[in-house]
């Protein structure tokens, strides 16, 4: 079966510094991930994705994840906060067919100015 | 291009009333999946549809739940004798399917507001 635990419902960051969003997955095999944001009353935007390739995958607008199957994680991280970057982050695996993606209850992050 | 479109954006029903949300895919994806969002929670799977193959529709909370898809693009959601449950975002999502390489991009519409009275 697989599932997603993003670790924080909210994150709240100052503009500028770190940002860490976790999340642990469960999945029988090796699985896909993902990571989508979702602007308020925008629609949801693919940020990057991981298909076993490099286990640092880059993303837009400077995020990247990192896949780390011994910890079964795949967190996400952008070196320096930006205001536009205040939304809600889900990450999401996807089963072996990639038929199905089972989503994250999501991680709001607040960028304070 | 024109992404994925959905109608109506917002949708008050009364309890008990049915309701049919629709779906227009970006033209060329044989993957089409419904979604539902409620309050405070993540996404929830509902049905996946991919080109001519029966749907998986192992995520519809009951049986008032339904949806088809026409001629492999548009699609339209059903919800029969709507209960104040079902208030939530639904969301509806194409891809290109599944390929070698892994999970393709799913591409989000803006989703459908519905609120049940």
């Known amino acids: 079966a697989q599932s997603v635990t993003q670790l924080d419902s909210h994150v709240s960051v100052s503009e500028g510094t770190p940002v860490l969003l976790r999340c642990n997955y469960s999945s029988s095999y090796s699985p896909s991930l993902f990571w989508y944001v979702q602007h308020p009353n925008k629609g949801l935007q693919l940020l990057l994705k991981y298909t076993s390739a490099a286990t640092l995958v880059k993303g837009i607008n400077g995020f990247e994840a990192e896949f780390k199957k011994s910890e079964t994680s795949f967190h996400l991280t952008k070196p320096s906060a930006h205001m536009s970057d205040a939304a809600e982050y889900f990450c999401v695996v996807s089963d072996r067919s990639f038929n199905k993606f089972y989503f994250g209850s999501g991680t709001k992050l607040n960028v304070k100015p | ?117």
């Open chain 2, 1 to 117: 291009g024109a992404g994925v479109s959905q109608s109506p954006s917002n949708k008050v029903t009364e309890k008990g009333k049915d309701v049919e949300l629709r779906c227009d895919p970006i033209s060329g994806h044989t993957a089409l999946y419904w979604y539902r969002q409620s309050l405070g929670q993540g996404l929830e799977f509902l049905i996946y549809f991919q080109g001519n193959s029966a749907p998986d529709k192992s995520g519809l909370p009951s049986d008032r739940f339904s949806a088809e898809r026409t001629g492999g693009s548009v699609s339209t959601l059903t919800i029969q004798r709507t209960q104040q449950e079902d208030s939530a975002v639904y969301l509806c999502a194409s891809s290109l399917g599944p390929s070698l390489a892994g999970g393709s991009e799913q591409f989000f519409g803006p989703g459908t507001r519905l609120t049940v009275l």
